[in-house]
């Protein structure tokens, strides 16, 4: 159930790094076990899940979670043994499936009809979830436009909790040699003799403004993890392969390659904002990141959040509670003036010295053909979204 984690730079949230994965004759038996029992097929999101839960990227939690923690976390943003915990974690079901299901001892967890079963889990409870409750208290917003209440509705009113062993997990065909667990991530960070190591999450392309960030942050610590989200996100986000393109060739000629590492981080996006903000430093602190990089909007969508909220929701725990260290910052930007990246915080002058585009601009350069200024994106970067933006 543990791994060793004694070399850790920051102890796993709850002290244990969880490991649902099963070997040798256990998992033996639960391949046995599992072609006796009822067939779930999970959704794209759980089957992410499904992988954070197996591999400990979200310990302590052992398996999906039941009725009385779902509603301690939208009441207290806290596990009931009193940690801290944003965003529920669960399995669900709809009506058919609570029909198929009910009264069974466990059931085997699939990605599609047919196929092998990665997990079995224990059902400790079916409950049927409040989807208004759930909304408010994860996205702050019921209404269906949001990306995440719309994923809300589309998934079972019913919810199956349990504990889970995982038998093996879900099949990638891509980023195969970005992909650690928390436990190798942290052994690579041991290696590296890094003592403190800072995450950076993000489901974009790396612009100017985001390298400075990190750079800023990497000054501090002695390590740096880009940690690009690569679950489901939205559909008009860039392409997870495209994205990983550009992060390649930063990495190859503008990143230390001793102090900076790129990998996959498995999870579904929930655009839920400033829950998600949390949610995902409780994760990278179980990869063993002691410092996360919160900046503007973080995981946000549309205008359903303030663009601080996501580092303000920070104060509303007790010091010390969350274990890692949230790194604020501001939007970034080139200032001719300044001669530099800045942000508001360094930089004195007038807008018009600053080289800032929105997102739409760039997005119409790139798809005209045209690179943004190389004060705003790299002429590497620009030429890879250039390319794709044609080709798709
Ligand atoms: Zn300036």
Same mark, same amino acid.
């Given at each position: 159930?543990?791994t060793? $984690?004694?070399?850790?730079?920051?102890?796993?949230?709850?002290?244990?790094l969880v490991?649902l994965?099963? !070997?040798g004759?256990?998992r033996?038996?639960?391949?046995?076990?599992? /072609?006796?029992?009822?067939?779930?097929?999970?959704n794209?999101?759980?089957?992410?899940?499904?992988?954070? &839960?197996?591999?400990? $990227? %979200? !310990?302590?939690?052992?398996?999906?979670?039941?009725?009385?923690?779902?509603?301690?976390?939208l #009441?207290?943003?806290?596990?009931?043994n009193? %940690?801290?915990?944003?965003?529920p974690?669960?399995?669900? %079901?709809?009506?058919?499936? *609570?029909?198929? +299901?009910?009264?069974?001892?466990?059931?085997?967890?699939?990605?599609?009809q047919?196929?092998?079963?990665?997990?079995?889990? #224990? *059902?400790?409870?079916?409950y049927?979830r409040?989807?208004?409750?759930e909304?408010?208290?994860?996205?702050?917003?019921?209404?269906?436009?949001?990306?995440? +209440?719309?994923?809300l509705?589309?998934a079972?009113?019913?919810?199956?909790?349990?504990?889970?062993r /995982?038998?093996?997990?879900?099949?990638?065909?891509?980023f195969?040699?970005?992909?650690?667990?928390?436990a190798?991530?942290?052994?690579?960070?041991?290696?590296r003799d890094?003592?403190?190591? *800072?995450?950076?999450?993000? =489901?974009?392309?790396?612009? =100017?403004?985001?390298?400075?960030?990190?750079?800023?942050? &990497?000054?501090?610590?002695?390590?740096?993890?880009v940690?690009?989200?690569?679950?489901?996100?939205?559909g008009?986000?860039?392409?997870?392969d495209?994205?990983?393109?550009c992060?390649? +060739?930063?990495?190859a000629?503008?990143?230390?390659?001793d102090?900076?590492?790129?990998?996959?981080?498995?999870?579904?996006m929930?655009?839920a904002?400033?829950k998600?903000?949390?949610?995902?430093?409780? $994760? =990278?602190?179980?990869?063993?990141?002691?410092?996360?990089?919160?900046g503007?909007?973080?995981?946000?969508?549309?205008?359903?959040?303030?663009?601080?909220?996501?580092?303000?929701?920070?104060? #509303?725990?007790?010091?010390?509670?969350?274990?890692i260290t949230p790194?604020r910052f501001e939007?970034?930007f080139?200032?001719?003036?300044?001669?530099?990246?800045? !942000?508001p915080?360094?930089?004195?002058?007038?807008?018009?010295?600053?080289?800032?585009? !929105?997102g739409?601009? +760039? =997005?119409?350069?790139?798809r005209?053909?045209?690179?943004?200024?190389?004060?705003?994106?790299?002429?590497?970067?620009a030429?890879?979204?250039?390319?794709?933006?044609?080709?798709?």
């Amino acid at each position: 159930m543990t791994t060793d $984690a004694t070399n850790a730079t920051i102890a796993p949230h709850g002290g244990t790094l969880v490991n649902l994965l099963v !070997s040798g004759s256990d998992r033996d038996r639960a391949i046995e076990e599992a /072609a006796n029992l009822p067939k779930l097929v999970v959704n794209e999101r759980e089957l992410s899940d499904l992988e954070m &839960l197996a591999v400990g $990227a %979200l !310990s302590p939690l052992t398996g999906f979670q039941g009725e009385k923690e779902h509603r301690s976390i939208l #009441e207290s943003m806290h596990l009931t043994n009193g %940690l801290p915990w944003t965003i529920p974690v669960t399995l669900s %079901l709809t009506d058919d499936d *609570v029909k198929r +299901v009910g009264g069974t001892e466990a059931v085997a967890l699939v990605a599609e009809q047919g196929g092998r079963a990665l997990a079995i889990v #224990e *059902v400790d409870e079916i409950y049927k979830r409040d989807r208004h409750a759930e909304a408010i208290g994860v996205f702050g917003t019921d209404d269906p436009a949001h990306p995440g +209440v719309e994923a809300l509705h589309a998934a079972g009113e019913y919810c199956l909790a349990g504990d889970v062993r /995982a038998i093996e997990l879900p099949a990638h065909d891509d980023f195969l040699g970005y992909r650690r667990t928390p436990a190798e991530m942290r052994a690579a960070f041991a290696e590296r003799d890094w003592k403190t190591v *800072v995450g950076f999450q993000t =489901r974009n392309p790396i612009h =100017r403004a985001h390298e400075y960030i990190q750079k800023c942050a &990497l000054e501090i610590v002695d390590g740096l993890l880009v940690h690009p989200l690569m679950g489901a996100t939205k559909g008009d986000d860039v392409p997870a392969d495209v994205r990983m393109r550009c992060y390649e +060739v930063l990495f190859a000629d503008y990143y230390p390659k001793d102090r900076a590492m790129i990998s996959v981080f498995p999870a579904a996006m929930r655009y839920a904002g400033p829950k998600e903000a949390i949610w995902h430093a409780i $994760a =990278r602190k179980n990869y063993g990141c002691t410092h996360f990089i919160v900046g503007r909007d973080h995981a946000g969508v549309g205008d359903y959040y303030g663009t601080y909220d996501a580092q303000k929701i920070f104060d #509303e725990f007790e010091p010390g509670e969350l274990g890692i260290t949230p790194l604020r910052f501001e939007h970034s930007f080139y200032c001719l003036r300044c001669e530099g990246m800045a !942000s508001p915080k360094t930089c004195p002058h007038a807008e018009e010295h600053r080289v800032i585009l !929105s997102g739409t601009k +760039v =997005r119409q350069m790139l798809r005209g053909g045209e690179r943004p200024p190389q004060e705003f994106s790299r002429p590497e970067v620009a030429d890879i979204l250039i390319e794709a933006m044609r080709s798709s």
